[in-house]
């Protein structure tokens, strides 16, 4: 019997650029021809039915003006669509077009467009690059930054998926006048969540400036975005891959991806988050990690953005329990929360040990009062 050793030692530089801006389509095109993603010449633009008109198509028709290679893939908007069988879909769509490993896939989107195309890019070819072109508050505060991919399954929201980086991500604030008020409200629902963990000098700027950011103010928006990026970054340069520190980024997910499943998806993903953030900063504040006074500011801060921080009628509370179990973070089949250390901060429970194991009985007790 002989043993081999297969020495694979490896140093990956997956360093990637920011931009935020205004109108950014040329600039993509012009980052392309200066070699962006290298000698690729074949470009597979992923999108969702509401994206597709204002943005996706025209950002196609620059690639191609460019002399480039460029199909476009479009799905059914909606978190119900980050599944297997939308992967799949497109998937075969491009093996249908010809796609190999020489292409890149761009993703011009919101959230769902964005965890989708780079689980696609991860796992197409045994892995081929990707471009994130966030149009949505939600995808600049979160799901475009920081290389988190993942589908939906009918058990649990976000479980199944891959860390994977992306060639540069861009932030069109340009994009966001164009959303509906509920998927800004959305976006925003993230965006209170970084404030919360990571600055209270951010949390005090959205009290204070929220009507401007509403409004689209130049410097409010600017200041945001750059401040979502700031925080997600300072978290993942330390623990790219969730070991430890980067569980504080799920603040609020552990009862908020429960409702968002259990609703069916009734609620978008920031409505659920807002309840969930309500969620914790309760069990926070009855835990001592926060006063009372300053779980209160959250939850009305929340409020104030149009979010819920109740749970709608409709959802089975009973049910709601259950499903925490399928967080990411239960362990030994206990469940686990992230806390809030007053306002911007999160409780450190050991060295590198974000999550505290809670009985049900407590979580049960605040959904019981939401």
């Not at 250390?341 to 505290?356: D, N, R």
Request: with cysteine; net charge negative; aromatic share 8%.
């Amino acid at each position: 019997m002989s043993i081999f050793n297969v020495e694979l030692k490896k140093v990956v530089d997956d360093t990637y650029d920011i931009e935020i801006g205004y109108n950014l389509s040329d600039t993509l095109v012009s980052d392309l021809e200066n070699g962006l993603a290298g000698k690729i010449k074949k470009f597979a633009v992923i999108t969702d039915t509401n994206v597709r008109d204002p943005y996706a198509l025209p950002i196609c028709e620059k690639i191609k003006h460019a002399g480039y290679s460029v199909d476009l893939f479009v799905f059914l908007a909606g978190e119900k669509s980050k599944s297997r069988e939308t992967k799949a879909k497109i998937e075969d769509a491009m093996l249908k077009k010809g796609y190999r490993r020489d292409c890149c896939i761009i993703a011009v989107g919101g959230g769902v467009v964005t965890d989708l195309s780079g689980f696609i890019a991860g796992t197409y070819g045994r892995g081929v690059p990707f471009i994130n072109f966030a149009t949505t508050l939600l995808a600049a505060a979160d799901a475009s930054v920081g290389g988190k991919t993942a589908i939906d399954t009918p058990l649990a929201t976000n479980t199944i998926g891959l860390f994977n980086q992306p060639q540069k991500v861009y932030i069109d604030i340009a994009a966001w006048k164009t959303l509906p008020q509920r998927q800004m409200a959305s976006g925003m629902a993230e965006t209170i969540k970084h404030a919360c963990l990571g600055s209270e000098d951010m949390f005090e700027f959205i009290e204070e400036n929220l009507d401007d950011i509403y409004s689209f103010k130049k410097f409010a928006c600017e200041y945001i975005a750059e401040n979502n990026c700031r925080i997600k970054y300072n978290v993942v340069m330390k623990d790219e891959r969730e070991a430890g520190l980067r569980e504080t980024l799920n603040l609020g997910h552990t009862v908020g991806r429960a409702i968002e499943t259990v609703s069916d998806y009734k609620l978008l993903h920031g409505e659920a988050l807002s309840i969930g953030m309500a969620a914790q900063a309760l069990m926070s504040a009855r835990l001592g990690y926060m006063s009372e006074e300053q779980a209160e500011r959250v939850i009305k801060l929340y409020e104030r953005a149009g979010l819920p921080t109740r749970i709608p009628d409709y959802i089975d509370r009973e049910a709601l329990v259950k499903k925490l179990y399928t967080d990411k973070k239960v362990r030994d089949g206990k469940l686990r929360f992230v806390l809030q250390k007053g306002i911007g901060a999160t409780v450190e429970f050991a060295p590198g040990v974000y999550a505290k194991p809670i009985e049900e009985s407590l979580a049960r007790e605040i959904i019981m009062e939401l």
